[in-house]
């Protein structure tokens, strides 16, 4: 069995460092790799090793497969893990790494190919019993055509791109009149996006529940799920809140999603960590939508309510070695829920916030993980995705993992960019997610910026804070206008930017 010494991590920020630290406790040393813009990164300096990989944006750097394998050949590297994003879901990169004698700590090449075309994806699945939603599993050219399967699907309709991802060329069609115009612009889209014009038709399910399960299999034909993650709080494809398990599972849909996502990884001979995506609707019926062949920015939910270390795992497994772990051996302990802490205005429709972490202060205590890649003080580098940290709550019961993530979100410091901790706070204390009555539809029903100001009010404890502080220089925060919402956060208005 080819013992793995050696890691290089094909990734920066707040992932390359939750792998890193798994590979150190497991005696494997670490390279990582940095653009321009990262070099004084926490993932650089935790490192044994570091190579810059060229300039800041992520083309000349991050996706340069070519450097990233040469400086794995020059430092003796054994394996690269490629996280999530960047080169991570790359059929040709997976093979190139696997052509020079590098182990891909990820799924096959195959794997990747099949799971990147929803429709070989849809195919594949076919061969086994999984429920999809009513629709085309090959791609619709002929508008005539097209329009008659849509009738007989019945409107609404969704029109997809074979290669789409993020909502990408992905039309709503609500009835035969507007097909044409919804057609042209999906084909487009999906050309301009993805140099592949390939749509395909299905029923459009309105309010779904967004559930995915987490799986793992190992190189021998083991595959096994670790539950369910519910991910429908999301705004504009971009997810803001996961959490497991989904308050919608049963534990009878729990079996039946659990095997049939199982049936999908082992429709393309999947090895690795991977994740299957469902929809469910309001009857919980629940359909497969798509296979993500990666490990999940929100993976650490998983690991909180199993126990399981999804990157040790990941290790074992390109390593050559069977799964140790057995199905019947798992089991739900306690909630976990995951806050996304984008640097982005919540109050001003998520716009991106560049600046830099004047203060950043993290939450600990009991239940508290923090997943991050930042320090005081560090810019947050405009190239690449806006996320500054992962805050992971989980306790004993949904209320105690909602309860200390609203605590852990209080005291959470960070001055210098607005954060989607206003949001995420006004999330947990919403009645529709605490009932769980929630769908993907949750941020454009309930959320209105106007929502976070009555969250946020000053109240009796805050203002005696305000009154014993002196750093009341800048402005008066008793005269702040309700509508001010960093004035009128916990605390944070110390430092208020003008
Ligand atoms: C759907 C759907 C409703 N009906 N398919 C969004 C991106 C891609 N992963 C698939 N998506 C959807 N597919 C049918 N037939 C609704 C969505 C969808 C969605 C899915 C998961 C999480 C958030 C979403 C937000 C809007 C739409």
Same mark, same amino acid.
Request: include cysteine; proline fraction near 4%; hydrophobic fraction near 40%.
């Given at each position: ?8 991590? %094909? ?87 696997? $052509? ?160 049939? %996502?199982? $049936? ?64 019947? $051996? ?128 000053? $109240? ?39």
């Amino acid at each position: 069995m080819p013992r793995i010494k050696k890691i290089l991590i %094909a990734n920066r920020g707040e992932i390359a460092l939750r792998i890193m630290r798994t590979a150190r406790e497991m005696g494997i040393s670490t390279v990582a790799i940095f653009s321009e813009a990262d070099r004084k990164s926490l993932h650089v300096r935790y490192a044994d090793e570091a190579v810059c990989v060229g300039p800041a944006p992520s083309a000349e750097s991050y996706l340069r497969s070519d450097k990233i394998i040469k400086i794995c050949k020059e430092l003796n590297v054994d394996a690269i893990h490629p996280g999530y994003g960047f080169l991570s879901e790359n059929t040709d990169f997976a093979q190139k790494v696997a $052509d020079a004698g590098i182990i891909f700590i990820g799924p096959s090449p195959h794997a990747i190919e099949i799971m990147g075309s929803k429709l070989a994806a849809k195919q594949a699945a076919g061969k086994y019993n999984i429920p999809m939603v009513p629709g085309t599993s090959t791609a619709v050219t002929d508008r005539t055509e097209a329009k008659k399967l849509a009738t007989n699907i019945g409107y609404p309709v969704l029109i997809k791109a074979s290669a789409g991802g993020g909502g990408k060329g992905m039309r709503v069609v609500n009835n035969e009149q507007e097909f044409d115009e919804q057609m042209d612009r999906a084909v487009s889209e999906a050309l301009s996006s993805f140099g592949d014009g390939a749509v395909f038709i299905e029923k459009y399910i309105t309010s779904p529940k967004h559930i995915e399960i987490q799986i793992l299999g190992d190189q021998h034909g083991n595959i096994i799920h670790l539950f369910e993650r519910e991910c429908s709080i999301q705004r504009r494809h971009q997810k803001v809140i996961e959490e497991a398990p989904s308050v919608s599972v049963t534990p009878e849909i729990r079996e039946a999603m659990g095997r049939a %996502a199982i $049936d999908v990884a082992r429709s393309c001979g999947y090895y690795g960590a991977g994740t299957v995506e469902f929809i469910m609707d309001e009857k919980r019926n629940f359909y497969f939508l798509e296979m993500n062949t990666r490990l999940q920015v929100e993976h650490p939910v998983t690991e909180q309510i199993t126990g399981v270390d999804l990157v040790r795992q990941m290790i074992h497994i390109a390593e050559g070695y069977p799964l140790t772990l057995k199905q019947e $051996d798992l089991s739900i302990k306690g909630h976990a829920i995951e806050a996304r802490v984008y640097a982005e205005d919540a109050a001003n429709n998520f716009l991106p916030d560049v600046g830099t972490l004047n203060t950043y202060v993290r939450p600990q205590g009991n239940g508290v993980r923090v997943d991050d890649g930042f320090e005081q003080g560090m810019a947050i580098p405009i190239h690449y995705d806006p996320m500054i940290a992962k805050l992971i709550t989980f306790g004993a019961s949904r209320e105690e993992a909602i309860e200390k993530m609203t605590r852990a979100i209080d005291e959470y410091q960070i001055s210098g960019v607005q954060t989607t901790l206003p949001f995420c706070r006004f999330v947990m204390k919403h009645q529709v997610f605490i009932n769980g009555q929630f769908d993907t539809n949750f941020v454009n029903h309930y959320f209105k910026p106007e929502n976070l100001t009555s969250e946020y009010r000053i $109240d009796e404890s805050i203002l005696a804070a305000l009154l014993s502080a002196s750093l009341m220089t800048t402005t008066n925060p008793l005269k702040a206008p309700s509508t001010d919402l960093q004035a009128a956060t916990t605390s944070k208005w110390r430092e208020r930017r003008l």
